[in-house]
T-cell receptor, first 113, second 114 residues
Framework: DVKVTQSSRYLVKRTGEKVFLECVQDMDHENMFWYRQDPGLGLRLIYFSYDVKMKEKGDIPEGYSVSREKKERFSLILESASTNQTSMYLC????????????FGSGTRLTVV | AQKITQTQPGMFVQEKEAVTLDCTYDTSDPSYGLFWYKQPSSGEMIFLIYQGSYDQQNATEGRYSLNFQKARKSANLVISASQLGDSAMYFCALQRAGSYQLTFGKGTKLSVIP
């Protein structure tokens, strides 16, 4: 069964910590995405990647960075976690071409205290 | 800029009844795609249905159909014969042709009543 796997379902981190959220897909998809989801705001795009070592800023990149050293893995990095980064983080991947949108991971609920 | 509007934060429907979830969009691109996703309480986003801007017929997938009105820029999701398992958040999303990004609406929480 093809899928997108996020390494942690729940995380609790302290303010100022460096946080890594990992995402791995086994579908050989070229494109990978990180969104955050907040009540009443829907999903907002943080960063995306079309290829290995390539990244593009989304709508809300401030306070985040990403890494894509291998095609199957896309990491989201919170350089210095803050309480306003408490959120649900969703990773997704897609093919280049085709009209079938994304395959999503199960999400990581991050709490920064 | 693209925008997706879902005006119903929450809705209730009786089991076995049909329900329509509203979605309007704003884009100046002639070619685009529209998606609906379901998010149960478990959190995973599940793809439901897709409509291309040039598709002549409204998309259907089992109990899901998309009421696409291009001139009105609306892409409403219709769920027929609602089931308790349909209780979830539903998101409408827009994709420009040639872009791999999806722009999401804020979602509608559907509750199915026994």
């Amino acid at each position: 069964d093809v899928k997108v796997t996020q390494s942690s379902r729940y995380l609790v981190k302290r303010t100022g910590e460096k946080v890594f959220l990992e995402c791995v897909q086994d579908m050989d998809h070229e494109n990978m995405f990180w969104y955050r989801q907040d009540p009443g705001l829907g999903l907002r795009l943080i960063y995306f990647s079309y290829d290995v070592k390539m990244k593009e800023k989304g709508d809300i990149p401030e306070g985040y960075s990403v890494s894509r050293e291998k095609k199957e893995r896309f990491s989201l990095i919170l350089e210095s976690a803050s309480t306003n980064q408490t959120s649900m983080y969703l990773c997704a991947s897609s093919w280049t071409g085709g009209n079938y949108g994304y395959t999503f991971g199960s999400g990581t609920r991050l709490t920064v205290v | 800029a693209q925008k997706i509007t879902q005006t119903q934060p929450g809705m209730f429907v009786q089991e076995k009844e049909a329900v329509t979830l509203d979605c309007t969009y704003d884009t100046s691109d002639p070619s685009y795609g529209l998606f609906w996703y379901k998010q149960p309480s478990s959190g995973e986003m599940i793809f439901l249905i897709y409509q291309g801007s040039y598709d002549q017929q409204n998309a259907t997938e089992g109990r899901y159909s998309l009421n696409f009105q291009k001139a009105r820029k609306s892409a409403n999701l219709v769920i027929s014969a609602s089931q308790l398992g349909d209780s979830a958040m539903y998101f409408c999303a827009l994709q420009r042709a040639g872009s791999y990004q999806l722009t999401f609406g804020k979602g509608t929480k559907l509750s199915v009543i026994p």
